[in-house]
């Protein structure tokens, strides 16, 4: 709605229903969004350029792209005034997404090396939309979702895309394996159709994305039309302090994530289906804990969550070099549900705190820049993670370190091997270190309601409690622990 005052054209803000119905449609093209995201990345990206043919500096380079590409957050500012954010949102993804067409169609009929280098193209060129659309989308978010609901509201979006992406999954490494025993040596004409049925997802969510209402635009105070406005997080002592610390989990995050995929195709040797099957368990494992995540976030503080699931992160890191000893055994598969148990659970927790630490800290109608500063950074610096462990996984292929427990006699000689890094253990373990060393940039943020650890990781307890409690009744507890001490006192006295 648009009202005329003193000769100009105001926007009136929207009306409660307008913003529930829009919320509901953020959450519809998230899903389709994600959707999209779970055939055309992850596990299938790295799969797909590995039977392409890929390097692990390759296999850098395709996960530093995207992150690279959120630089272009920064010109796309000027976009916002002059033009509306739901239009340059709308434009940018849809053309944005058409590369993932080309990417499904070309395998079909050109060689490897063609199709290697337009796969790398599509990614390139997706992300690069993605990234002006980004940036529109967030100060978008910003005005449009109350600030008291980030926490619900994210976590319960992030909850169903996760859920969803869950189930895609599965489906679509089953859907791989399946492929590969019908069509023996032909295993690129799966990954072409997942491809192609995230390219029409993609297109399908254009339309909820279309519908969302936008919240009036105060010029005056958010528009980057001075380049003063995208120094003012700089000049933010404590956002750049924030800026600090999520850089350099960036950097340990992305020097390593990108080649788990890598490590159990050609390290340990699995199936697509168990691979999948292993991040669905995080998935599902972070979609558990999302809502305790979301609820502590609102009641205490982001930076309060952050303290706990940023080392546990880097603990999982140092976990994998433990899959191997040298070769896989007995305890790979169970220690990697651990992993991945621990992964889920705790990038639910930063992705939420970190994502809702930069809105809180970013001033309410100038978001944009902030917002755009902390992606951009994180995003830079994560790409060029990405990039630098490619590289240093390819030069330190076929070198080894390790510790063994040796027992001999004359005739027979045992070693057993206590300590075991080679190739790609050692990213795991550098980039474990960065993880740990950020959070002493962490403990520099400032953010209102901040817990004591200790205090913390009581309520924390509390929270992981309370389904547990809801599913045993209180008093057929009191019952059965009654019953239980009248057993033990007639055994006593029997």
């Known amino acids: 709605m648009e009202e005329v005052k003193h000769g100009l054209v105001e926007p009136q803000e929207l009306s409660e229903e307008e913003v529930r119905r829009g919320l509901w449609l953020v959450i519809k093209d998230g899903m389709a969004s994600q959707a999209m995201a779970t055939l055309t990345g992850g596990a299938f990206l790295t799969a797909f350029a590995l039977a ?102 994210f976590s319960r979006r992030m909850a169903l895309t996760t859920a969803l992406a869950v189930i895609l999954a599965l489906l679509g ?32 969510g254009l339309k909820y994305l279309s519908q969302i209402p936008e919240p009036p635009l105060r010029l005056g105070r958010e528009s980057p039309g001075a380049f003063r406005s995208l120094l003012g997080p700089l000049r933010d002592e404590n956002f750049r302090r924030l800026l600090r610390f999520y850089g350099l989990w960036s950097f340990a995050m992305n020097f390593a994530s990108p080649f788990f995929v890598v490590y159990m195709v050609l390290w340990l040797k699995m199936s697509m289906a168990l691979i999948v099957a292993l991040g669905v368990l995080g998935q599902f494992v972070g979609l558990v804990f999302l809502p305790i995540w979301g609820r502590l976030s609102d009641a205490m503080a982001n930076k309060s969550v952050l303290r706990i699931s940023v080392p546990l992160y880097a603990l999982s890191l140092i976990a994998w070099t433990f899959t191997t000893l040298p070769e896989p055994h007995a305890m790979t598969v169970p220690l990697l549900v651990g992993i991945y148990v621990a992964v889920g659970v705790s990038q639910a927790g930063v992705t939420l705190a970190a994502s809702n630490i930069s809105l809180k800290l970013s001033p309410k109608g100038a978001a944009a820049p902030y917002l755009a500063a902390y992606n951009v950074l994180g995003s830079i610096l994560g790409g060029m993670a990405s990039v630098l462990g490619g590289v240093v996984a390819d030069a330190l292929k076929g070198y080894s370190f390790g510790f063994f427990f040796e027992v001999s006699s004359p005739t027979r000689q045992y070693l057993q091997p206590l300590l075991h890094f080679k190739d790609l253990d050692f990213l795991f373990l550098l980039a474990s270190l960065m993880g740990f060393m950020s959070l002493r940039e962490l403990s520099r943020v400032k953010e209102e309601g901040e817990l004591e650890k200790g205090l913390f990781v009581d309520l924390l307890l509390e929270e992981v409690k309370r389904p547990i409690k809801e599913l045993i009744p209180r008093e057929g507890l009191k019952n059965f622990l009654g019953v239980l001490t009248v057993s033990q006192r007639r055994e006593k006295g029997g």
Not at 78 to 98: D, N, Q, T, Y
Not at 190 to 198: D, E, K, T, V, W
């Open 52 to 153: 392409l043919g890929a390097s692990n500096f390759l296999i850098g380079l395709l996960s530093a792209i995207p992150l690279f590409a959120q630089f272009l957050q920064l010109p796309a500012l000027f976009l916002i005034g002059p033009l509306k954010r739901r239009s340059i949102c709308v434009w940018a993804s849809g053309i944005g997404r058409s590369a993932w067409l080309a990417a499904a169609l070309v395998p079909l009929f050109a060689p490897k090396e063609v199709a290697l280098k337009v796969l790398v193209g599509a990614v390139a060129f997706q992300a690069a939309f993605a990234a002006v659309s980004n940036a529109s989308w967030n100060s978008w978010m910003r005005d449009l979702v109350p600030e008291k609901e980030f926490g619900r509201f």
């Open 173 to 204: 490494g089953f859907f791989v394996d399946q492929w590969q025993r019908w069509f023996p040596g032909r295993g690129l004409g799966a990954y072409c159709f997942l491809y192609f049925c995230g390219f029409l997802l993609g297109f399908w």
